[in-house]
Each structure stands twice: as structure tokens, then as C-alpha cells.
């Protein structure tokens, strides 16, 4: 989990027009849209909720006296804020989420159903220009895709204070006074919230942190024998266990074989067919994947999160949006494929491609 300082800031100036507000709160633009992300689920949310968060704080710049830091009192609002959005809501799931796998990859596929799905949360969007490796992998393991789709399990409270002592590493006194609970209070929800986390946590997050030359290899092999159609390649990448889910479908398959037949009978039929472009999304290796049009161009198809690790890919999880290509500062379309890459789409440039 991230451990953040909590330093006092010289807020004499908070008053002194939107200038300096804005100078001394910007620094925790970032960590407030991840903050927001692992409450809600959703990066369009949670962008909408940090304008919201910061026109809140403009409004009631003047009731900052400075008994708690600057930070503290941003959080303040900010869950205040996730706690109202949260009224009512029903929880982002992924597909494993709703039921069990599909035993037939060349069956029909289940429709969409009228579900508001987890979204991705891109790297660029939660780098705070730390070069700490030790901060860096913590940043990575708090925004894991699995730990996500956890958290959404734990009512709103919950959720917030294992985000604000665990992961935002708040003091026990900071948070009560912040939710304007007792400090007993805080531990309790603590306590239940790590009991129901250990229950929804998926295996993916209790394995070792993955290399980063690892992490790459299987990015460029997994990207490489998806642009070829080359299936069995793509099989050897996978682990005996591995999952594939494709919100919004509902549909999903477990095992290693289930993947590869679906994956021959449904979607790598021809080569070049697809491009990708290396990217990043929740501390893992991501592929952004388009699709070849009739007009011979490749567009946006899905966001495809892989869950990577030492004995191979674990989990792929492909968002089938593309609005989230604009979020993660990729192009809305790639043209003919570059001669001499060895592959339709190999050497493309990456916005989000993980930090070595």
C-alpha cells in the first residue's frame, strides 16, 4: 500500500485569490482523481468528482483555519463527496463478478446486460513525478485491477477508511476526525473492512510483484501474436488458470484452453486484422487494441488489461469502450502499419507503457 507524507503546507495565502489557491491545492490534483477512482470504480466518475471536489474546497477556502493539514482537509471533502455519490449506487463488478464461466467458448455469447462496469485507471493519469521504486511499486499494487474490483464489495464507509489508513496512510485520529467518528469507531470499520477484503480478494493480488523485463516481454509476445493471429503463441503465454473478461459482456472464460478456442473461433481469425499500441492501466501492462475497418483503417476497439507475472499472463481483461482511448492520450485511429516492424503494429510509441 502507498504510504504518503502528510506534511503541513503554509496555507497564510489560501485567501489570496484563485491563484494561490490553486498553486497550493494542484499538487493533489492526482492523487485525489486515484483516490476518488478506487472509491467509485470509474475514471469518468471520478474526474467528474475532482472538479466537483475543488470547486467545493474554492467555496469553503475561508473555514480553513490550518488545525489539519492542507491535504487532510482536501480528503475531507473528497470523501464527503464519494460518500454521496456512492448513495444508492450499486457496485462496478467484472464480468467473474455476476456468476460463473462460460463452459462453451464457441457457444452464444450473453448480452450486455444493464450493468455499470468497473472501468481501467490509465498510468498517466496517477504518476505524482515520484522516482522512488519502492513508491512507485506501492502506487502500482493500491491501483491493481483485482484490488479495485475488490474494494467495490465493502460498503461506502468501509471503503474509505481502508483506503485513507492503508493506502493514503492517514492516522487513525486524522480519519475519525474526518468522518466525524470516534477513533474506536475507525478500527472497527478497519477491522471488517480487511475481513470482507480477504474474502473478495482474487489470487492475482497475493502473488509476488512481477519484473519489469518481464512485464515487457510478455507485453510485446502477447501484442505480437495477437496482430499475427497466432494463436497457439498466444496459448503459450497464458497460465494453466488464466481468465478472459470482456465487459461489457457478461460472457467470461477460465482455463488456458477455453481461451484459446474462443480466441481461434471468435476474434484471431486473419492476421492484421488487429494493431495494438502498448499502454498502460492500473499498475499493469495494457494493450490498446483497434480493429480493422471496411475502409481499411483501424479503430478503437478495447483496452486490454493484463494481469502479468512470472509464470505468465494470469488475467486479461479486454474494456470494450472506445471513450477510453481519448483518457489514455491514444490516437482514435492508426493508418497503414509501418514496414519493417516485423509486425502490423510492433514498434509503436506508448503514452502509458510502463515505467522501466
Known sequence: MTQTTDARVDVGGLSDGPDVFARLTSPYRQELLAYCYRMLGSIHDAEDLVQEIYLRAWRAHETFEGRSSLRTWLYRIATNACLTALENRKRRPLPSGLGGPAEDPEGPMAPPPEVTWLQPFPDRAADTGSEDPAAIVAARSSLRLALIAALQYLPPRQRAVLILREVLALRATEVADLLGVSVPAVKSLLQRARA???????????????????????????????????????????????????????????????????????????????????????????????????????????????????????????????????????????????AGTGRSGGGSPAPDEPAS
Open 196 to 338: 470482507q477484503l480477504d474474502q473478495a480478494a482474487p489470487y492475482e493480488d497475493r502473488t509476488s510483484e512481477t519484473s519489469d523485463a518481464r512485464r515487457r516481454e510478455l507485453l510485446d509476445r502477447y501484442a505480437t501474436a495477437f496482430e499475427n493471429a497466432d494463436v497457439t503463441a498466444l496459448i503459450g503465454l497464458l497460465t494453466e488458470d488464466a481468465v478472459l473478461e470482456m465487459p461489457p459482456t457478461p460472457t467470461w472464460f477460465a482455463g488456458r484452453e477455453s481461451i484459446g478456442r474462443f480466441f481461434a473461433s471468435r476474434v484471431l481469425t486473419e492476421p492484421s486484422l488487429f494493431r495494438t499500441v502498448p499502454t498502460a492501466a492500473n499498475g499493469q501492462p495494457a494493450v490498446a487494441l483497434y480493429r480493422r475497418g471496411p475502409d481499411g483503417v483501424h479503430h478503437p476497439h478495447a483496452v486490454m488489461v493484463l494481469s502479468a507475472h512470472e509464470a505468465g499472463i494470469t488475467r486479461i481483461v479486454a474494456f470494450r469502450d472506445p471513450d477510453l482511448f481519448d483518457l489514455f492520450g491514444l490516437p482514435r485511429a492508426l493508418g497503414p502499419a509501418p
